[in-house]
């Protein structure tokens, strides 16, 4: 990953704020999956791999930025892009992914079914990903007053291969000197996970009121 001009490597505040959300999950009794928690690269398949095998219901993904320009700073939230063909993830989905369905073990035994349960999987975690990414916004405006560069939606792998709704979070710059200073103080990373946190719970409590109404 980056590494800032000081010296501050992205991989350390990923994985250190990865925890910090962890915890605070966890505290809330919420089970959580790390891809990562020690200093080892995971390729990229294969954090979609234990995410999707985990049965988890969202996927957090969490970077810091880098840009050419030294001014550029702010918060940025990822989904995966409209312009990436559901017909396309779904194909490749019922030929290599592992579906988490009790009770749904005769899908396996015929691609048709597969592909058709993917395609419910999909439709359904893109609209999610959308609520999701516009809670953690709202938390980290609300909590931190960083400046929202915005939501955009992006072709990225872990985002394209995860069957549940999943959002990659650029944390900070650390190409600017001040956004730098600043995620390498562990009180502002604490900060951070606690507003992703928050975010995550609005989401959780929007989607158990709609689901609620629906009934």
Do not use: W
């Amino acid at each position: 990953g980056a590494i800032g001009r000081n010296g501050l490597r992205e991989k350390d505040v990923n994985l250190d704020i990865a925890k910090r959300l962890s915890n605070l999950l966890k505290a809330e009794g919420v089970h959580t999956v790390l891809i990562r928690s020690s200093d080892r690269f995971i390729p990229l398949s294969s954090r979609v791999s234990i995410a999707n095998k985990s049965g988890a219901d969202l996927f957090i993904s969490i970077h810091s930025n880098a840009a050419r320009s030294r001014s550029l700073s702010g918060f940025e939230v990822y989904y995966v892009a409209p312009s990436v063909s559901d017909d396309t993830r779904v194909v490749t989905a019922a030929k290599s992914g592992r579906l988490n369905l009790a009770g749904a073990y005769f899908a396996s035994h015929s691609l048709d079914l597969k592909a058709i349960l993917c395609d419910m999987i999909y439709t359904y975690s893109r609209g999610q990903s959308i609520d999701l990414f516009r809670a953690v916004c709202r938390a980290m405006s609300n909590n931190l007053g960083v400046k929202i560069l915005g939501v955009k939606g992006a072709r990225y792998e872990v985002l394209r291969g995860a069957f549940m709704p999943a959002v990659l979070i650029e944390v900070g710059f650390l190409s600017n000197l001040n956004e730098e200073r600043m995620l390498k103080n562990s009180y502002y990373r604490q900060r951070i996970a606690e507003s992703i946190a928050s975010g995550i719970e609005d989401y959780a409590q929007n989607a158990i009121l709609m689901e609620a109404a629906n009934r």
